[in-house]
């Protein structure tokens, strides 16, 4: 198994090397590809060093699958050039999330409909993975119709520049902004850019792919995407309405049971899901499973996962591990 990993010296191509090896995923020869600044550095890989290499370099070795998180541009330049050497490609960018040629993946909810044809996937954005995870087995049983999300993002999300900014300004020091504010001790509801409509690029694609993930655009998705100073996660409030709904009981049981999530819904033991406590992790946790008292078939829930993991490298390193568990790609 040849895999290269695209912007492996980035924020989430370090997160894919380390969830490759956490999940004992078989590389046998990893290429390593980021810009021209970087070839020529070395990554550590299962106990080796792997030089960084080009995108020329890696397109002429062919390799069996690639990885890419390197930005949208990156991608539609590149990915169909490793498609046509017999690549598959998995991109963590938005670049082909709503294309109707190209499928959009969270193993668990529509792994099945992927083929040995499709040799570019896209990896959905980090908030609609772990939201569409943990309503994908209450959809199947209960037919959700509308979900109200509101987000509250890691400064992660944003890359090490934010991080870089989030710190310096912790530490009252100058720093670059990548933001339009400051964002220590404060909150912005501006996530990507403005669209005509006053929502953001982030709100809307999780209207959009929340759909196509599901196959069902009678779903009634809206949203509003908060930056908070945060590190580990991303959190995420859910209202969720349901063609009919069982007991709370029933509910929790059915939340419980969804692969890769775990229920943290104790309130009386104050535990409930938070981003510090879900870095590192590969599961998607919930909470603070209630009711909707105002409307009927509703329900109210706390949503939390790792944006760097199943929001980006866990799903695309999972996608990659159910097209070789189903000999789905060359070599």
């Known amino acids: ?32 590809v980021a810009s021209a600044a970087s070839v020529g550095k070395e990554v550590t890989f299962a106990g080796q060093r792997w030089p960084v290499t080009g995108m020329e370099e890696a397109i002429a070795q062919a390799p069996d ?43 668990e909810i529509n792994g099945a409909t992927l083929t040995k044809a499709d040799k570019i996937i896209a990896n959905p954005n980090c908030s609609t993975i772990q939201m569409v995870l943990a309503l994908s087995e209450l959809h199947k049983k209960f037919h959700l119709q509308r979900v109200v999300v509101s987000t509250y993002q890691s400064v992660t999300g944003t890359g090490k520049a934010a991080v870089d900014q989030l710190m310096a300004e912790r530490q009252q020091q100058e720093a670059a902004m990548v933001y339009p504010h400051p964002i ?59 063609a009919h709904l069982g007991s709370l009981n029933e509910i929790k049981q059915v939340i419980a049971n969804t692969p890769g999530v775990e229920l943290q819904d104790e309130p009386d033991k ?50 990659a591990q159910y097209l070789l568990d189903h000999n789905l790609v060359n070599g």
Not at 76 to 84: Q, S, T
Not at 89 to 105: F, G, Q, T
């Open 1 to 32: 198994m040849k895999l290269a990993v695209v912007g492996a010296t980035g924020l989430v191509g370090g997160e894919i090397l380390e969830v490759l090896e956490e999940l004992s995923f078989q590389v046998d020869v990893l290429i390593p």
């Open 65 to 107: 699958m690639a990885i890419f998180s390197a930005g949208g541009q990156t991608s539609l330049d590149n990915a169909p050039r490793f498609a046509a050497v017999g690549t598959t490609v998995i991109d963590n960018s938005s670049a082909w999330r709503m294309s109707p040629e190209h499928k959009l993946i969270v193993p």
């Open 184 to 242: 220590d001790m404060n909150a912005l509801p501006h996530i990507d850019v403005f669209l005509a409509n006053g929502y953001t690029k982030e709100e809307m694609k999780m209207v959009n792919e929340t759909k196509k993930i599901f196959a069902d655009d009678s779903i009634r998705v809206t949203a509003t995407a908060v930056r908070l100073p945060i590190m580990g996660g991303h959190a995420e409030a859910v209202n969720a309405e349901f």
């Open 270 to 319: 104050n535990r409930y899901p938070m981003p510090l406590y879900a870095h590192k992790s590969n599961k998607v946790f919930v909470g603070r499973v209630r009711l909707d008292e105002t409307q009927p078939n509703t329900l109210n829930m706390w949503v939390v996962a790792d944006n760097l993991r199943k929001g980006a490298a866990t799903n695309a390193v999972q996608i």
